[in-house]
C-alpha cells in the first residue's frame, strides 16, 4: 500500500514540475523569437523571474522521491542514464546563472552570450526530459543487475519514439511558455507571444495524437487503460485541455487558455505514470528485471517518515508558491525595471 501512494505521489510531483517548469523551459526557449529589443528580453526575464527557482524545488522533490523511496530504481537511473541526466543538470545550471549573470555588466555581447545560454539552457532540458521519458515509457535493455544490454548507449536514447517524446516535450512547453508571456505582457511582445501560441498549437495537436498512437504500438502503457478502462479519462482530460486552450486562444482568455494547457501537461504526463504502474524502469530484456514500486522501495518505516514529512512540508510549499504567484501575478511593464531586485 505505500508503495503504490509513493508511486501515485512520484507521479504527481513529475506532472506538477512540468506543469510549473514547464512555461519556464518554453519561454526561456522562445525569448529569440519573442523578444527583439533589450526591453523586451527583460520582460521575458521578468516574467519568468520570481517563479523559477520555485518551480525548481518539485523538481527537487520529485528526484527526492525517486532517492529515498526507491533508492534501487534512483541508483540505476543515474548509472545507465548517466549522460542524459548530466546534460539536463548542466543545461539548468546554465539556465540559472543566466538570470544573475545577464544583468552585470550592459555590453550588448555580454547580455547576447548569456541570453544565448538562457535558450539552450531552457530547450535542451525540455528535450532531454522528453526524451528520457519516452524511453522509460518504451523500456530499456536493462539486465538482471540494472545495467544496459552490452552495445547499448546514449545514441540509442534517440530512437523514434524517444525523439517523438522529446518534441512532444518542446511544444507541450513551449505553447506553455508563450501562453504565460501573454498573460504578463502588453504592446507589441504581447502580440508575438499570442501569434507564437496560436501557431504552435496545430503542431501540439499533431504531436499529442502521435505520441497516443505511437505508444500503442511502442509500449505496454495501454495494459493497464485495458484492464481498467475507467482510467481512459486520463488522456481524454489531455485532450479536452488542450482543445480548451485552443478555445480560449481565440477569445484571447490567455489565463483560461494557460490553465487549460496546464491542464494538458498534467494529464499527459500522468497518462504515462499510470500506464507504467507498477514499473518505474521497464525492462525489454526480460519483464522480472524490470524496477518496479515494489521491488525497489525503501522499508515500510522510512515510506511511513516520509510520508509524514510529506504531508507537512507539500501544503507548506503550495502555500508559498500561491502567495509567489499571486504576489507577481501583474504585466510586466518597463517601469518595474526600476525596482532593485528586477532582472
Same mark, same amino acid.
Given at each position: 500500500m505505500l508503495e503504490t501512494i509513493w508511486f501515485i505521489l512520484w507521479g504527481v510531483l513529475w506532472a506538477v514540475y512540468f506543469m510549473l517548469d514547464g512555461f519556464d523551459l518554453g519561454l526561456g526557449s522562445l525569448l529569440p523569437f519573442l523578444a527583439k529589443t533589450d526591453d523586451e528580453k527583460r520582460v521575458v526575464y521578468n516574467a519568468m523571474g520570481p517563479f523559477w527557482d520555485g518551480n525548481q524545488v518539485w523538481l527537487i522533490s520529485a528526484?527526492?522521491?525517486?532517492?529515498?523511496?526507491?533508492?534501487?530504481?534512483?541508483?540505476?537511473?543515474?548509472?545507465?542514464?548517466?549522460?542524459?541526466?548530466? @546534460?539536463? $543538470?548542466?543545461?539548468?545550471? !546554465?539556465r540559472g546563472i543566466s538570470f544573475e549573470f545577464r544583468g552585470k555588466e550592459d555590453a550588448p555581447a555580454w547580455r547576447a552570450t548569456w541570453d544565448v545560454c538562457m535558450t539552450v539552457g531552457s530547450f535542451l532540458p525540455a528535450l532531454l526530459l522528453g526524451v528520457a521519458f519516452a524511453n522509460i515509457f518504451?523500456? @530499456?535493455? $536493462?539486465?538482471?543487475?540494472? !545495467?544496459?544490454?552490452?552495445?547499448?548507449?546514449?545514441f540509442h536514447l534517440l530512437n523514434p519514439y524517444g525523439l517523438l517524446g522529446g518534441t512532444l516535450f518542446v511544444l507541450f512547453f513551449t505553447v506553455h511558455g508563450a501562453l504565460w508571456l501573454a498573460t504578463r505582457s502588453e504592446g507589441a511582445i504581447y502580440d508575438r507571444a499570442a501569434a507564437m501560441a496560436r501557431r504552435l498549437w496545430p503542431a501540439l495537436f499533431v504531436a499529442a495524437a502521435a505520441f497516443l498512437v505511437a505508444s500503442w504500438f511502442s509500449t505496454k502503457l495501454y495494459d493497464n487503460y485495458l484492464t481498467h478502462p475507467a482510467l481512459f479519462a486520463i488522456p481524454l482530460l489531455a485532450v479536452i485541455g488542450l482543445i480548451l486552450t485552443r478555445a480560449a486562444m481565440a477569445r484571447a482568455a490567455w489565463w483560461t487558455a494557460w490553465g487549460g494547457s496546464a491542464l494538458a501537461i498534467v494529464a499527459a504526463t500522468l497518462f504515462g505514470v499510470v500506464g507504467l504502474f507498477p514499473n518505474l524502469m521497464p525492462s525489454t530484456l526480460n519483464p522480472s528485471y524490470?524496477?518496479?514500486?515494489?521491488?525497489?522501495?525503501?522499508?515500510?518505516?522510512?515510506l511511513s517518515i516520509m510520508l509524514g514529512v510529506a504531508l507537512i512540508m507539500v501544503p507548506v510549499v503550495i502555500g508559498y508558491q500561491s502567495w509567489v504567484y499571486l504576489k507577481f501575478r501583474g504585466t510586466v511593464r518597463p517601469a518595474d525595471f526600476l525596482h532593485d531586485n528586477a532582472y
Open positions: 528526484g527526492g522521491v525517486t532517492f529515498a523511496a526507491f533508492p534501487k530504481t534512483y541508483a540505476v537511473m543515474f548509472s545507465t542514464l548517466y549522460t542524459p541526466l548530466m @546534460l539536463l $543538470l548542466f543545461a539548468l545550471i !546554465l518504451r523500456g @530499456l535493455p $536493462l539486465d538482471q543487475q540494472g !545495467l544496459f544490454a552490452r552495445g547499448f548507449g546514449f524490470s524496477l518496479t514500486a515494489f521491488n525497489s522501495s525503501s522499508s515500510p518505516l522510512t
